[in-house]
């Protein structure tokens, strides 16, 4: 069985060599990144690598975002406030420190805490289909709290 250590020795890899992206490395801070406006209370400020979108999420207050779902997979980790999800048809409060994960294709709905939310959220493949949509001025937002 393979030890952190062997990991760490071998380059990361115990399956032979990895060939690197061809997407150059990127260093962001929150505060400098223009949030994407998904929808009237919905910011998103985010960072996209070959395969994967991070993103700082800030959620208002009272929102209700209609069900919907995506080919992303979508990852995710309440840091300020509470959301209630309801995924597949199953209801759950998600609280600070709260995770989830909505495989692609799953009908899923949100509806915003009192206070407003804000979370990271993980999609798999990126979302490049946020590259359309209108961008809100570079800030630090909601986050850190």
Known sequence: MATAQTVYESGGSLGG?????????????????????????IRARAVHGERVTVSV???????????????NEQVGTVLRGEITFTIGGETRVRRTG???????????????????????????????DWAALERGPAGRGDWPV
Request: hydrophobic share 40%.
């Open 17 to 41: 060599e990895i060939p690197a992206s061809s997407v150059p490395h990127q260093y962001a801070s929150v505060d400098e990144l223009a949030p994407y406006l998904l929808m009237p209370g």
């Open 57 to 71: 999420v800030d959620l208002d207050a009272g929102l209700s975002m209609p069900e919907h779902r995506h080919a």
């Open 98 to 128: 709260d995770m989830w994960v909505i495989p692609s294709g799953v009908p899923h709905l949100v509806t915003v805490g009192p206070e407003g939310c804000t979370v990271v959220e993980v999609f798999s493949p990126r979302r490049d």
